[in-house]
């Protein structure tokens, strides 16, 4: 029988479906464009139509799925278009977030203003020495702090309207690096946001547009060869 949806009850169930479906998506479980069926998605959470037509949209609200008439839910997926409508919108934030950084502070930033982003990178260094390189689990872990440490570093500007909006991209960004995952080994991805952490004290918001433009590349490669 599927739970109960009144109250607190409904809403805590379709929290439920919602996360596990969304930990399937940015794991990659779940591939780009596979469809998401209702019934058979009720029928293995035991849960009601009515609730997992809520956690679709929620993902859906999020990024991460795509509702489309006719066609139902499927997972979203980063075609050519997405992708540099995403970067360039990050670009957009994270660039004018170092170069008001840089204004403030000069090319040597306090160590108050940089410990957020040295911590989720010191979080990164660990995983890439763990050796897990073929687990799914570590490497959503990996994209988390990687997130963690693009986030610190917009939030050092202090700009509160750039760090909100840049907060509204957490899990569209999550499934941009799932797709950008195949080129980076996990030390690769630590040493390139080591050597970020210094470039953007020295050369500013050019520092990040060139970081980020690096790894749309990657992905628009990807994409041109699976074409």
């Given at each position: 029988?599927?739970?109960?949806?009144?109250?607190?009850?409904?809403?805590?169930?379709?929290?439920?479906?919602?996360e596990a479906?969304?930990?399937?998506?940015?794991?990659?479980?779940?591939?780009?464009?596979?469809?998401?069926?209702?019934?058979?998605?009720?029928?293995?959470?035991?849960?009601?139509?009515?609730?997992?037509?809520?956690?679709?949209?929620?993902?859906?609200?999020?990024?991460?799925?795509?509702?489309?008439?006719?066609?139902?839910?499927?997972?979203?997926?980063?075609?050519?278009?997405?992708?540099?409508?995403?970067?360039?919108?990050?670009?957009?934030?994270?660039?004018?977030?170092?170069?008001?950084?840089?204004?403030?502070?000069?090319?040597?930033?306090?160590?108050?203003?940089?410990?957020?982003?040295?911590?989720?990178?010191?979080?990164?260094?660990?995983?890439?020495?763990?050796?897990?390189?073929?687990?799914?689990?570590?490497?959503?872990?990996?994209?988390?702090?990687?997130?963690?440490?693009?986030?610190?570093?917009?939030?050092?500007?202090?700009?509160?309207?750039?760090?909100?909006?840049?907060?509204?991209?957490?899990?569209?960004?999550?499934?941009?690096?799932?797709?950008?995952?195949?080129?980076?080994?996990?030390?690769?991805?630590?040493?390139?946001?080591?050597?970020?952490?210094?470039?953007?004290?020295?050369?500013?918001?050019?520092?990040?547009?060139?970081?980020?433009?690096?790894?749309?590349?990657?992905?628009?490669?990807?994409l041109a060869?699976?074409?």
């Amino acid at each position: 029988m599927p739970e109960s949806e009144s109250g607190d009850l409904g809403a805590t169930a379709v929290t439920r479906v919602a996360e596990a479906l969304r930990a399937e998506i940015l794991s990659g479980v779940l591939g780009a464009g596979t469809p998401l069926r209702e019934e058979a998605t009720a029928a293995r959470f035991g849960a009601s139509r009515h609730t997992v037509r809520a956690a679709f949209q929620r993902l859906a609200a999020d990024r991460l799925a795509v509702a489309e008439p006719y066609r139902g839910v499927r997972v979203a997926r980063f075609g050519r278009d997405e992708a540099v409508a995403l970067q360039q919108y990050r670009a957009a934030l994270e660039c004018e977030a170092v170069r008001i950084t840089a204004e403030r502070y000069g090319g040597a930033w306090p160590a108050e203003v940089l410990a957020p982003a040295r911590a989720a990178l010191a979080e990164l260094e660990r995983l890439a020495r763990s050796g897990d390189e073929a687990d799914p689990e570590a490497w959503l872990e990996a994209e988390r702090r990687h997130a963690e440490l693009h986030r610190a570093l917009v939030g050092a500007s202090g700009s509160a309207r750039i760090v909100e909006a840049h907060a509204a991209l957490g899990e569209e960004l999550l499934l941009f690096l799932l797709h950008v995952r195949p080129h980076y080994p996990l030390g690769e991805l630590a040493r390139e946001h080591r050597e970020l952490l210094d470039d953007v004290q020295s050369r500013g918001p050019d520092a990040m547009r060139e970081h980020l433009e690096h790894s749309t590349a990657l992905l628009l490669g990807d994409l041109a060869d699976r074409e």
